[in-house]
Every structure is written in C-alpha cells, then in structure tokens.
C-alpha cells in the first residue's frame, strides 16, 4: 500500500520561522530545506518566500523544482516575484513556464523586460510560442486577457468512442476539465457537453456528440471585459465558460479559479480607490509614485474643505454665542460622512458585481434612503438626548439630533447617487465617490447644523 503524502499547511510566519530558514541558507543546508519544503503547499512556500530578505528569497525559491516553482511564483507578492523574474535567465524562466497554463505562462512572459521575453519566446516549442503570443495580443483587462488555450473541443458528427479518444489526448494539458464544447467543422461554437453524460453514454457508442450536446451554452466575446465574465460566470454558476472569436470560433476557455482571483482583484481595488489609494501601491510603487497617486485626490478634498472653513466663519456670531454648538460639529461631520462612505462603497461594489445596474438606479437609492432614514433616526435620538442634558434644555437637544437626522440622510442619499452619476457619465465610481462624499459631506453637515442654529438663536440665547 503506497504512502499517503501529507502536507503541512503554515498558517502564519513569524520572526523565528524567516530566522531558522535564514540560518539553513547561510550554513548551506540545502537538502535540509528541500526535505522541509516537500512537506509545504506552494502558496505558504510563497508567503514564506515574501517575508524573506531578497537574497535568502533567491536561494530558497532556487531550490524548488520546476513544477513547485511555477505554482510558488504565482503565488508571490509583486516586489519578489519581479527581483527573482530579474534574477532568473531566459533558460530557467522558460522551463519554469513550461509547467504553467498558458495564461498565467503569458502573464509572467508579459511582466519581463522585452529583451527577456524575446529570448524566452524563442526558446519555447512552436505551439506554446504561439499561444503565448497570441494571449499577448489581447488587453489583461479582456476576456482575452485573462483565457487559457488549453481547451477541449469535439465535432458535433463525432462517436462517443472519437470524443473519449480526443479527452484522453487532450487531458493531461488541461487542469480544469468539466465540458468539452462541441463545435462544427469550422471550429465554431455548437453546444456544450459535460463528462457526466458522456459517461453516461459510455454504453451507447451510436450516440453522437449531436444528440448529447446541450444548445444553451453560454460564451463570451474575447474583448468581452474581464469584470463582465465574472459577473456572467457568477449569475450562471459556471465553472468555466468559451471565449469565441468575432466568427464564434472557439479560441480558449476561462475557469472559476482565474475569475475568483479576478474578483478579489477588483474588489481591492475598488476599495483602495475609494480611499483615493492603489491595491497594490506599497509593494510596487516608491513613495514619491504613492504621493503622485493619492495628492490630487488630497487636494480636491482640501478644496471642498475650504468651503466648511467658509460656513463657519460666517456662522462665528452663532458660536460666538451658543460656544457648545462646537462641540458637536465634529461628531455630525464623522457620523453622517462615515454613512456616506459606507452607502458609497457598497454601490460601488454592486456596481461591479452586477447586482446593480443604471437601468435600475432607483433601486439602491431608495434602499439607501430606507436604511438612512433608520440610521439617522437612532443617532438623532441619542445624540439628541445626550445634548439635551449636557446643556440642560430640551430645545438644544432637538437642534442636534434633528441635525444629525438630516446630515445622515442627505449622507446616505449623496453616497448611493455619486457613483451611479459617475458611471453614467464615463468616470470611475471607486475613484470618486470616497474622497468627494466625504468632504462634501462635512460642508453639508456642518451647513445644517450652523444654520438651524442661527435660526433658533433666539430661543437658545
């Protein structure tokens, strides 16, 4: 009975871990640390590999085998994988990207210098070398982009015991085989099969793939946008989908696991952008590139900023006189802005994941309007309350919680609408709801406060 090979999954790294494996490099303990990355998943080979100082990262990675080093690299955070692609040369990169599939081969391909890659192409077999270059043709952001070449695909004419013939052919370059597609003389989409039934039909060797084939199947254009594919794989639970030419010929296919990673992307991104930030600014970029990224988003805040420095000002006789007013300007400020930006950021992403569309847009208005409504109702009240008895009269405490009312409703409303009239109008939701919500916000709030108080001034005084 053969042994069962087990894996040590590393759940964290820490500073004795990096130092112990340090120690096994300097001392020159190779068979050591390959016996102990035998015992270890790529992945937290590669998170052990992004915590290690750039040289002992070198060393380590150069010990893997090629097949644990195209999973690790992959794996890898930006900063190390482009110094070990920089260190590597175009002998070891092509061997590493022979064991890939050929989408994650055109994206390591695509990340070196053009000299590099130049050479690594030409060391590559002929159909590899093609494939790579034609994956290099399309944007990273298309379905092209993000499509594998390693497909299987049947004639709508051809035997049950012809299509086990090209499965089994076909199958060791194919990581992720579910469907095999169904296609006429010409390479051009039919229908869809899955395993199950051709097993199933194992004992009808007649039957052909015609009569198996599911009609209905569900394909994509190659300039089809990467977020709409996973939108598409999403609604209709796909575990991979055909991406076909302008003639629907079928070109490559995409799987669940590429569109999972394109989802966590865009996701970090949309959040980084809503903070006038970058995904992956701390690894990739300098600090004067990170500055350029984030100061005119700075700045524009400022200047709507300017515009709350304005409102007060011409509310000092108000705070002049009613100096407690001070006190809860910030706490409207920071309530009814962090209710925007909370309302904003969950547009933006229904937005990306397709469960909202401008066809609709008075869907998450009104939901946000819904939930603001009670929101703001229950700080109002206990804001209310809270300086009705810090000043000892009730009418103050109305002032303040009415104000906190309005501020989180119109918070709310603002949140939900700027990233709809943003995608409407061609810009970037995530870009432009963050900073512009809550600066906005803060002149709005402070606006309403200082300006119901002036007009109750009378009765305050």
Not at 25 to 52: F, M, Q, V
Not at 86 to 96: C, G, M, Q, V
Not at 179 to 190: A, K, N, P, S, Y
């Amino acid at each position: 009975m053969s042994e069962i090979k087990q894996h040590r999954a590393v759940i964290d790294v820490d500073e004795q871990l990096l130092s112990d494996i340090s120690d096994l490099i300097e001392s020159g303990s190779d068979t050591l640390l390959k016996n102990i990355l035998r015992d270890i998943y790529p992945p937290d080979i590669a998170l052990i590999i992004d915590n290690l100082e750039e040289s002992d990262s070198l060393a380590l990675f150069k010990l893997l085998d090629n097949k644990t080093m195209a999973e690790v690299i992959l794996e890898l955070g930006v900063h190390h994988k482009d110094f070990l692609l920089s260190k590597l040369s175009a002998d070891e990169i092509t061997a590493l990207v022979g064991e890939m599939d050929s989408d994650d081969a055109a994206d390591i391909i695509g990340d070196l210098e053009e000299n590099k890659a130049e050479d690594v192409l030409q060391q590559m077999n002929a159909e590899d070398q093609s494939e790579v270059k034609e994956l290099l043709n399309y944007h990273e952001d298309t379905a092209g982009g993000i499509m594998q070449k390693e497909f299987v695909t049947v004639h709508s004419n051809d035997s049950i015991n012809r299509a086990i013939e090209v499965i089994r052919e076909e199958a060791p370059d194919n990581e992720h085989l579910y469907h095999i597609w169904v296609t006429d003389e010409r390479g051009r989409l039919l229908g869809i099969v899955s395993l199950k039934k051709i097993i199933v039909a194992l004992n009808t060797p007649s039957v052909i793939m015609a009569d198996l084939m599911n009609e209905e199947v569900i394909s994509v254009d190659a300039e089809t946008d990467r977020e709409e594919v996973a939108s598409i794989m999403r609604k209709y639970d796909l575990v991979s989908i055909p991406v076909v030419n302008k003639e629907q010929v079928v070109i490559g296919k995409i799987v669940f696991d590429d569109i999972a990673e394109i989802m966590e992307e865009e996701f970090s991104e949309d959040v980084a952008k809503i903070v006038g930030s970058d995904a992956d600014e701390l690894e990739s970029k300098s600090p004067f590139q990170i500055a350029w990224l984030r100061l005119p988003w700075v700045l524009i805040t400022l200047g709507i900023e300017f515009l709350a420095g304005v409102v007060i000002h011409h509310y000092d006789a108000t705070l002049t006189k009613i100096i407690l007013l001070a006190s809860f300007m910030p706490i409207i400020s920071a309530i009814s802005g962090n209710t925007g930006l909370q309302a904003a950021a969950i547009t933006v992403r229904a937005l990306a994941t397709g469960h909202v569309t401008l066809n609709k847009w008075w869907v998450p208005i009104r939901r946000s309007v819904e939930t603001s409504l009670i929101i703001g109702g229950v700080c109002g009240i206990v804001i209310g309350i809270i300086a009705g008895f810090w000043d000892g009269r009730l009418l103050f405490g109305v002032l303040v919680g009415f104000s906190m009312f309005i501020s989180i409703n119109i918070s709310g409303f603002v949140g939900s609408a700027v990233p709809l009239i943003s995608k409407k109008s061609g810009f970037d939701p995530a870009i432009t709801a963050g900073p512009f919500e809550t600066a906005f916000q803060d002149v709005v709030g402070i606006t309403i406060f200082l300006s119901l108080a002036s007009f109750l001034m009378k009765w305050l005084t």
